[in-house]
């Protein structure tokens, strides 16, 4: 290509390049595939492979060039994309982004896909551009196209606004709302989860025979591996010392719903990395007898008796939020205070900085959904509750008065969720639920946006510290029964302060409140 060399035969580059580069993402193909590219310095774990051709197609440009891709939407929150959209950031100026969002544009690939169009610009800061996203779950290929010319009534159309030092190593995520999502970050007394209080589930590798394994090894499917039923349990006579290995498994997104990590009939033998030594196991034989029947079919790093990623077991013990990682309609976020051994379809968070119920509270808001779906990380209409949006949520820190009360209140979520029998006879335990959840969701509202509740009269903690009793502190399930439907009737007086505050949020407060209520 002569054009593209100047009068001393150096290269001058491309003045566009436009591809839909292939598909790869480390992790879920041969290891080895990625081996040659692990020197690049684009390189980054977790990747997918069209990363890479995106910041080289960069490189080949000229200095006014244009890169134009159709690409995986994740990218803009992806763990292994933060080079990509550093690169973005620093080189160049974004010029569209067209999102199909859960749209399967390729019949060959079930992939949600963007374009995306740069231009090689590493000084013009504070500029604007266009940016398009079909929102609806069930949009049609039809709708996605008709959003190039802009005629879908399904999709969002505005100008974000590009400060280049607010997008350094953060997503690149883009709302009509960033003036509210702006003041819920800028309170001055959040925190974030650090590294340190949360952390992904058991990965066993494996723990139960797939029709995969047992179309290669001849092992009936659902047979345990480290993962066991009560019935396998039972059936290895393990001794006293044996069953210490023994410990309640949760590996289905069915054992956790909002607020409540359901009973569980799963058992995982939780083995740390010292058991990859061989003779580890010699003192419990009918565990190693167990295990060693499958020692071909185990590919952990820790084999042959160690989970591939056990994890800090602590984390698993006592009081801890589980969140489900893939969240369909809701955030998934539960309380459970004992041995709940969760596996990686699941994140853990523990921290000691505030009070763990009320957190509980705090992410299953509506708030907290408002932020994950414009600033968190999304496939299609799904939320993905990985460490990367996890660690970014901007966490309300308030009084232990106000920590206690929203505690209080998912008490009785939980109790309500998990009693069998009605506290009402003329309301349903899931009615009343969703009552006391709107009420958290105006405690966590005015937590953000105090002064301007207060000025629209609708503010609701006062008068829920004086209204909700706490029922920790019971024994009985009728106790806690009559406490709870005494504090519900109150609220549906006609006169109930709460009750009608509730219904005030989206009136009084149409530039904040109703967008996040509808958003």
């Not at 009918?286 to 060693?292: M, N, S």
């Not at 077991?313 to 309380?335: D, N, Q, T, W």
């Not at 206690?404 to 109790?415: A, E, K, T």
Request: charge should be neutral.
């Amino acid at each position: 290509y002569p054009q593209l060399l100047d009068d001393k035969g150096a290269f001058i580059g491309f003045d566009i390049i436009i591809a839909n580069p292939p598909y790869l993402t480390e992790g879920r193909i041969s290891k080895t595939l990625f081996e040659p590219y692990k020197s690049s310095p684009y390189y980054k774990g977790k990747m997918d492979i069209w990363y890479m051709f995106a910041c080289n197609g960069l490189d080949l440009l000229n200095k006014d060039g244009i890169l134009c891709f159709i690409a995986t939407n994740n990218w803009v929150t992806s763990f292994g994309a933060s080079k990509l959209r550093d690169k973005v950031m620093k080189e160049t100026r974004i010029c569209n982004l067209v999102d199909f969002g859960a749209v399967m544009m390729f019949e060959s690939a079930s992939i949600q896909t963007m374009i995306m169009m740069f231009q090689i610009d590493g000084v013009t800061d504070n500029y604007t551009f266009d940016y398009r996203k079909l929102q609806a779950f069930k949009a049609t290929e039809k709708e996605a196209i008709s959003i190039l010319n802009r005629t879908s009534h399904e999709a969002e159309y505005y100008t974000p606004t590009i400060k280049r030092a607010s997008f350094e190593g953060k997503s690149l995520t883009f709302s009509k709302c960033d003036n509210i999502l702006d003041k819920i970050c800028s309170k001055n007394d959040n925190i974030f989860l650090e590294e340190d209080e949360l952390t992904n589930g058991i990965h066993p590798h494996y723990d139960f025979i797939n029709k995969k394994l047992s179309e290669r090894y001849g092992f009936q499917i659902g047979e345990g591996i480290f993962g066991l039923s009560d019935s396998e349990v039972a059936a290895l006579k393990l001794t006293k010392s044996e069953l210490e290995f023994i410990k309640p498994y949760y590996n289905s997104s069915d054992s956790v719903i909002r607020y409540v990590v359901r009973a569980t009939d799963l058992s995982i033998i939780y083995t740390t990395s010292k058991y990859k030594d061989p003779n580890s196991m010699n003192r419990y034989p009918q565990l190693k007898a167990h295990l060693d029947r499958f020692r071909d079919v185990i590919s952990s790093d820790n084999k042959p008796y160690g989970l591939h990623r056990a994890r800090v077991e602590s984390f698993f013990v006592g009081e801890k939020i589980v969140a489900l990682r893939k969240c369909a309609g809701k955030p998934v976020f539960a309380y459970a205070n004992g041995n709940n051994y969760m596996s990686a379809t699941f994140y853990v968070i523990k921290t000691d900085r505030v009070n763990m119920k009320y957190l509980t509270g705090l992410l299953n808001s509506h708030l907290i959904e408002f932020w994950l779906k414009n600033k968190g990380k999304m496939q299609g209409a799904n939320y993905q509750l990985d460490k990367e949006p996890l660690q970014q949520i901007p966490i309300a820190v308030p009084s232990k008065r106000v920590q206690n009360l929203i505690s209080d209140i998912v008490d009785y979520v939980v109790f309500l969720k998990t009693e069998q029998s009605p506290v009402s006879e003329l309301v349903s335990n899931e009615t009343i639920s969703l009552i006391f959840e709107k009420i958290i969701d105006g405690c966590v509202y005015e937590l953000y946006f105090e002064e301007h509740m207060k000025s629209q009269e609708i503010n609701i903690i006062d008068s829920a510290v004086e209204l909700i009793k706490p029922i920790f502190h019971l024994s009985s399930d009728v106790e806690k029964a009559d406490v709870v439907l005494n504090v519900f009737m109150n609220i549906k007086k006609t006169d109930n302060a709460i009750r009608n505050r509730l219904e005030l949020f989206t009136l009084r407060s149409p530039d904040i409140l109703k967008l996040i209520i509808e958003g």
